[in-house]
């Protein structure tokens, strides 16, 4: 089983705020990409995603189409229509007993730092932008990657910012 994660990021590894935002929830996400979101949809449909507690509350309920696992040490947490984990180890267990062929890690910068050495892939959006953030995406060495993909997405009325799309692949696999 493919382990990958999926992530957004300013250019400085920002990821998320923690505060009332008019895009997602009760914020979190610091920008608006329509792109990224389509994207991001079409990659983890009909798969198990993969989050942490506060990233899966902030998503509010199940994505459609995706088997939502929240891994959280709360033994007793639970949240309507996402399978319960206690560790990422026992979340990744999950998909790969019910034969997942790929599965995605979505936030946050916890679980995204945790599943880092055990992932094949990233499917990686740059912002072009620096926005006010709280929360990031781990360090990680670009030269233990390489890219296979990337493309461009221009700013306009549903993309708030110009981004890059890439997906990187660990050298040595």
Known sequence: ????????????????????????????????????????????????????????????????????????????????GWETAHSLEEALALARQRGETEAFIGGGAAIYAESLPLAHRIYLTRVHATVEADTFFSE???????????WDHPADEKNEFAFTYQVLVRSDE
């Open 1 to 80: 089983m493919l382990i990958s994660l999926i992530a957004a990021l300013d250019q400085n590894r920002g990821i998320g705020k923690n505060n009332p935002s008019p895009y997602v929830g009760a914020g979190r996400i610091p920008w608006r990409l329509s792109a990224d979101l389509k994207n991001f949809k079409t990659l983890t449909m009909g798969h198990h995603l993969i989050n942490g507690r506060k990233t899966a509350e902030s998503i509010g309920r199940p994505l459609p189409g995706r088997i939502g696992i929240v891994v959280t040490r709360n033994l007793n947490f639970a949240l309507e």
């Open 140 to 150: 990680f060495n670009e030269n233990d990657w390489e890219v296979v993909e990337s």
